[in-house]
């Protein structure tokens, strides 16, 4: 399944605005201090809140055994860490699960 590269993202916004005359090197520094923006507040411990979008959120995973499935016998600590939490929005979950008929159809 194809998969959409940050690289594309920038030339389809660019197509897309392309009536505004914007450059492929406006679009790639306005993306980048978006994901900057973002990464920042969740190191703060905010949330990130895009309306229609979802939220992000800087969450802890608690500290727990884990063991080696090749010898079950032995365990280890796998420490706590901070991890990124995404809740889809209201619209987005609509329209994703709109589109379940096509996830189907490329999957098949």
Avoid at 61 to 67: H, I, M, Q
């Amino acid at each position: 399944m194809p998969s959409l590269t940050k690289r594309d993202l920038i030339l389809e916004i660019t197509n897309q605005l392309s009536h505004r005359e914007l450059s492929q090197a406006i679009v790639t520094e306005v993306i980048d201090q978006l994901m900057e923006c973002v990464t920042d507040r969740l190191c703060n411990g905010e949330k990130v809140i895009i309306r229609n979008f979802g939220v992000f959120q800087a969450i802890e995973s608690k500290a727990k055994l884990g063991r080696n499935p090749r010898n079950p016998s032995k365990t280890y600590d796998i420490p706590a860490t901070a991890v990124v939490k995404f809740r889809p929005g209201k619209e987005l979950k609509e329209k994703v699960a709109r589109s379940l008929p096509l996830i189907r159809e490329k999957r098949a």
